[in-house]
Nanobody, 115 residues
Framework: QVQLVESGGGLVQAGGSLRLSCAASISIFSFTAMGWYRQAPGKQRELVATITSSGTTNYADSAKGRFTISRDNAKNTVNLQMNSLKPEDTAVYYC?????????WGKGTLVTVSS
């Protein structure tokens, strides 16, 4: 069974930075893609950033230039460095990993950005 453990969420001032990390219980080579999604109160879950097994990255327009997704193969983690945070970034952030047939999700970590 795959487990995803997220860390790094918290409260930060606008303009500040946070680094989210998602540790997988198995080798990340098992996944075709990994990424981060977020869900704000009353909103649908949306893509923030993804990285494929080949290293291709994809970002939501709102994240481009501010967020960076990366992998640490040795630690079986996917990370999201978030800079220049805005209040509208406030949401629960979810780690996602994909195989060809199955998605795995973390339980989410709350990011709150104050004005």
């Amino acid at each position: 069974q795959v487990q995803l453990v997220e860390s790094g969420g918290g409260l930060v001032q606008a303009g500040g930075s946070l680094r989210l990390s998602c540790a997988a219980s198995i080798s990340i080579f098992s996944f075709t893609a990994m990424g981060w999604y977020r869900q704000a109160p009353g909103k649908q879950r949306e893509l923030v950033a993804t990285i494929t097994s080949s290293g291709t990255t994809n970002y939501a327009d709102s994240a481009k230039g501010r967020f960076t997704i990366s992998r640490d193969n040795a630690k079986n983690t996917v990370n999201l460095q978030m800079n220049s945070l805005k209040p509208e970034d406030t949401a629960v952030y979810y780690c996602n990993t994909k195989t060809i047939v199955t998605d795995y999700w973390g339980k989410g970590t709350l990011v709150t950005v104050s004005s």
